[in-house]
Each structure stands twice: as structure tokens, then as C-alpha cells.
């Protein structure tokens, strides 16, 4: 996938195995956002290759289709939106109780009773306001949640919560995309990637990874370059 | 000008209008109740009306409408919110509203008022306001409108509000439900010292619907503080234009106004025109303001929670205008 004639994803092949946790470590500017959209189908079409989901060719389908097929993403910068409270934001597309609602809310470690009528606006923090994508990703429960940075900006008590909202997922079958820089939250997935200038550069166990990533990555001098 | 009587009901339009009333989201037990002073008039007829201890409630028939006073003495504060109910049921007709309010210094007040227009093929509905708030007095005044599906109507409200020194204003227009046809709304609002005014109007244009609207903020008084918020949705050929005044006249004063227009269909024109004046190098005013589309993340958002183009932009725009 390229734009203005710069690859941004470039003969890239990752599999997602159902049911895990896999997470994306690359600096900034590697392409973690644009191959989360390109799975969600957000913006970008691929120029070559395919997104297959469960054996099936998906590349072409539109946002809402993936959707319904058991995709989602939580946004890095998720929108506000006025009028609506978190009640039914995560009502959205299912009906629940209460008591699920509750517990998607309690899994992000946020209060039902303090979060339940909140409107889903800029009264909401940056910290909270991710906290309420992820649960609204839970309520979904999707096969498939692309986490876009949830935990970035995300101070030290907070992240706890996201990391067990995160588990909380796994634990319901969804298999999660989960992009990050955090080595907390990469610890606790399956496996690992390492992206570097639209490419997976290895693949291995979150540590293996983790200490691949911090002895050449976050050295690496030319961002969007690979080695 | 007569005092009205207590649960004066007449002639048989009243149910009829109370039906129109509830069919627009209107609660009528509150026109039941003689713990709830309301008031309902129809076309130049006031059909029944009840005023409660410490609110003092005149009316006059008029040729073409009826002149109303509503009084709410000094230090009440009034428990439940008065209900007034103004309409016209036949397809034509003209109805204007001279409505003078005095809420005097420390008295707290809550008006629902509901104006109702089911059936409007040629109809014009003007309410002239003229209105007072005390010092320390608080008021609250709530206006949904409801004009059916014709888009026949020319509905033009003027208000002059004066606001004492620590007086609250809080003032929400609503017209969401059926056609809006001609809308002109034109507010004046002069706050004294520490005063705090809110103005918010949320209107949904169909079809060749014509919304106009103006505030005008003037923050007179030392500390005064104000708030115009405008939530319109122009859709299909309607056309909206928007004006924000703040002018602030005096040291400590705030203004600001939030204007969002989203425009939905090729033909639909969203204008906002904010004017925001200081006079006074200790006072400030601020505007923030999105016209046009739809935002895109919001879009993509709830289609990544599986609704589709249409059922996002519905959510959205319930949402604003909610």
C-alpha cells in the first residue's frame, strides 16, 4: 500500500491466530495505524494482496460489513460524540443487560454507576474516554478487536484496567490486533511482531521480541527503513 | 386584563389540542394537576389555565392572539415547572403571543412550553417576549416546537430578556420532531453583574425548510457570563443561517458561543456569522464553530460497530440534536 508514491505497507504477511492475543511493536511512523485500517477497511485500500478473515476474502468489503462479520477496532483517538451516553454507545449495534453492560464497564475499571449516564463527549478524559472504546469493544464481542495504542497516554494507574479489559477479551474468544508500545501490555500476548517501515521484520514470543525491539528498533536511525 | 381562575377549562377544542400536545412528546397530566400552574391556549382562545401559590398569571383575548403576563413574586421558588401549551389545529391561521414575564429578584422558575402546529398548511405563529429577571432570580425556560409535516407555517419569535445581578437564564429551543417551514428566531439578552445566560437552540431542516436565527448577548454587568450554543441540521434544500452576537461591555465578562451546523444532502446550506466585541481589555469572548459535513471519525467509528452509512448518520444526528 503506498501514499504519494511511498510504500507504507510493503509485502506485509501476518497471521492472527484465533483466539490470541498478537501484538504490533514498531516506533512511530512504521505503519502499526495504517495496517490496523487496512484490516478494518478505513481509509486505505491495499493496491496488492488480500485481508482474508476466517478463509474469507475481505479486502474489498466496506467498514460496516467487516463489522458485521465479527471485526472491530478501538481508535487510537477515539471520536466524541454528543448526545449520546456510554450506555448506548455500547448498546450500539447489541442489546444487552444491565448487568453486561455493567461488567464491560467494570472490566476497564470503570464504576457503572459514575459512567453509566456520562455522555460520550469531550467531558470525558483522553484516559476514560479510550477506557469506554475498549468496553465498547468487549460489548461487542467481537472475533477480531485491532486495539490501536489504547494504552498510549494511559497514566500508571489507568493501565491495569486497560490491560484487564484486554484479558477480559481473550477470555470471551475474541482474537485481538493489539498495538502497542508498552511492554507491560506486550508481555501478556501470545506472540509478537516487530513492524519496521511497513514490513514484519520477526515474529516470536512477546519477550524474545520485546528485547529484539529495544536493542534495534528504538535505535534504529532511519525511521521507515528497514535494516 | 382578567386574573385567571383556577382550572377554567372551555369549549371542546381542548382535548383536541391536549391530544396534539402529548402526540409532540408533551406530558398532559401536568395540565390535570393544581399543584402545576399551566396554561393552554389555542388559535386566540385560552382553553384552560392554573396558576399556583406564588405565580400570578394574567391574560387577554386579542384579535389574533392573546397578550399573557406571568408573574412569579419575590423570593418563590416555584416547585414544579409551569407547562404552557400555544397551538393552532385547523391548516390556516394566525397566532400571535405577547408574553411579558417578571420573575422578581430571588423568585426560581421552570417554563416547558410546547407549541404546537400538527396540521400548519398556511399558518404564522409570532411571540413577542418580554422578559425580566431579578436579582438572585433564576428562570429556566424550555420551547419545543412541533409543526407537523406540511412545512406551512411561519413561526417567528422575538424576546428582549434582561437579566438582574446574579440572575440565571437558561433558555432551549427545540425543533426536531416534523418541518420547521419558516423559522426566525430573534433573541436580545442584557445580563447585569455576575449574571449567567445560556441560550440553546437545536433545529433539523427538511426540504425547503428555512431556519434563521439570531442571539444577541450583551454582558453589561461585571462577571457576567454567557453561553450561545446552536446545534442545526440542514438537510435535503433547507438553508440555515446562524448569528451569534456576544458583547462584551464589561471587565470579567465571558462569552462563548458554540455553533455546529452539519449539513446533510447536496442542496442544504449551512451560514454561521459569529460576532464577538470586547469593550473592555479585562473581558473575553470566544467561538467555536463546525459547519459542513458530517465528521468523518464519527462515521467510521460506529461503522466499525457494524452500522451501516445511513443508520451512523442517524445516531449522529440524533445525538447533536438530542
Known amino acids: 500500500m503506498t501514499l504519494d508514491d511511498k510504500p507504507i505497507i510493503d509485502d506485509l504477511n501476518l497471521h492472527v491466530e484465533k483466539g490470541e492475543i498478537h501484538a504490533i511493536l514498531g516506533t512511530n511512523g512504521t505503519g502499526k495505524t495504517t495496517l490496523a485500517y487496512l484490516i478494518m477497511g478505513v481509509d486505505y485500500l491495499p493496491d496488492d494482496g488480500k485481508v482474508i478473515f476466517e478463509g474469507e476474502d475481505i479486502t474489498r468489503y466496506p467498514i460496516s460489513q467487516r463489522a458485521n462479520i465479527g471485526i472491530t477496532l478501538a481508535w487510537q483517538e477515539p471520536a466524541r460524540f454528543e448526545g449520546f451516553t456510554i450506555r448506548e454507545y455500547l448498546e450500539l449495534t447489541n442489546e444487552l443487560k444491565i448487568g453486561e453492560i455493567e461488567d464491560c464497564l467494570w472490566a476497564v475499571g470503570l464504576p457503572p454507576s459514575q459512567f453509566f449516564n456520562r455522555a460520550v463527549d469531550a467531558s470525558l478524559s483522553g484516559g476514560e474516554r479510550r477506557r469506554v472504546e475498549l468496553a465498547s469493544v468487549l460489548a461487542m464481542k467481537p472475533k477480531l478487536a ?82 | 386584563m382578567k386574573a385567571i381562575q383556577n382550572m377554567l377549562t372551555i369549549k371542546e377544542e381542548y382535548p383536541e389540542i391536549i391530544d396534539a400536545y402529548e402526540k409532540a412528546g408533551g406530558n398532559k397530566e401536568a395540565f390535570t394537576s393544581k399543584e402545576v400552574a399551566s396554561l393552554v391556549v389555542h388559535e386566540s382562545r385560552v382553553l384552560s389555565a392554573n396558576q399556583v401559590e406564588g405565580i400570578r398569571l394574567k391574560s387577554e383575548q386579542k384579535k389574533q392572539g392573546v397578550a399573557i403576563e406571568l408573574t412569579v413574586e419575590e423570593g418563590r421558588k416555584i416547585k414544579y415547572p409551569v407547562y404552557l401549551c400555544f397551538g393552532i389545529l385547523p391548516k390556516e391561521g394566525l397566532q400571535e403571543i405577547d408574553l411579558k414575564i417578571n420573575i422578581q429578584d430571588y423568585a426560581e422558575v421552570s417554563i416547558i412550553a410546547h407549541c404546537i402546529f400538527p396540521n400548519a398548511v398556511n399558518i404564522i405563529h409570532k411571540m413577542d417576549a418580554d422578559i425580566k429577571i431579578g436579582n438572585n432570580a433564576k428562570f429556566y425556560y424550555s420551547e419545543i416546537h412541533y409543526h407537523g409535516d406540511f412545512g406551512g407555517i411561519k413561526v417567528i419569535p422575538r424576546a428582549k430578556i434582561e437579566v438582574g445581578e446574579k440572575g440565571e437564564f437558561q433558555n432551549t429551543f427545540s425543533l426536531i420532531e416534523g418541518r420547521v417551514g419558516k423559522l426566525h428566531i430573534n433573541y436580545e439578552v442584557t445580563c447585569a453583574a455576575k449574571s449567567v445566560v445560556e441560550i440553546v437552540a437545536k433545529v433539523y431542516g427538511k426540504e425547503d425548510d428555512v ?66 466585541v470586547a469593550t473592555n481589555d479585562k473581558a473575553k469572548v470566544t467561538h467555536e464553530a463546525a459547519i459542513g459535513s458530517i465528521d468523518k471519525k464519527q462515521m467510521q467509528t460506529l461503522m466499525s460497530r457494524g452500522l451501516d452509512e445511513d443508520e451512523a448518520v442517524d445516531v449522529i444526528v440524533k445525538g447533536i440534536l438530542r
Open chain 2, 211 to 276: 431556519i434563521k436565527m439570531f442571539d444577541r448577548v450583551n454582558l453589561n454587568g461585571e462577571g457576567a457570563r454567557s453561553l450561545i450554543k446552536t446545534r442545526v441540521v440542514p438537510t435535503d434544500r433547507s438553508w440555515s443561517e446562524v448569528t451569534g452576537e456576544t458583547y462584551a461591555n464589561a471587565a470579567y465578562t465571558r462569552g462563548h458561543m458554540d455553533c455546529m451546523e452539519v449539513v446533510i444532502g447536496k442542496q442544504a446550506i449551512a451560514k454561521s456569522i459569529p460576532i464577538l
Open chain 1, 146 to 227: 485491532i486495539l490501536d495504542e489504547v494504552d498510549s497516554g494511559i497514566d500508571v494507574v489507568s493501565l491495569p484496567h486497560i490491560i484487564n479489559g484486554i484479558v477480559k477479551m481473550k477470555s470471551l474468544g475474541s482474537s485481538v490486533l493489539l498495538i502497542t508500545h508498552n511492554e507491560d501490555a506486550v508481555e501478556m500476548a501470545n506472540r509478537a511482531s516487530v513492524l519496521c517501515a511497513g514490513k514484519i521484520l520477526k515474529t516470536g514470543s512477546p519477550k524474545e521480541m520485546c528485547q529484539w525491539f529495544r536493542q534495534n528498533c528504538q535505535v534504529c536511525d532511519h525511521i521507515n527503513m528497514p535494516e
